[in-house]
């Protein structure tokens, strides 16, 4: 996991838990640890991950 950051109140769009998304340090490939949801980004970014503003 050395190479991955957690993303703050992000909620993954396969199980919809909290903060257990995790972005590559190159932005290049976003995972859940909870369900093992995976996506590599492409040029133009993602959608489909949410943040939670409190």
Known sequence: ???YKFI???VCPSC????SIILKNDDSIIKCIS???FE???KKG???I???ND
Do not use: R
């Open 1 to 3: 996991m050395k190479d």
């Open 35 to 37: 369900c093992n949801y």
């Open 50 to 52: 949410k943040i939670i």
């Open 40 to 42: 590599k980004k492409d």
């Open 8 to 10: 703050a109140g992000a």
């Open 16 to 19: 919809g838990d909290t903060d």
């Open 46 to 48: 993602t959608e489909s």
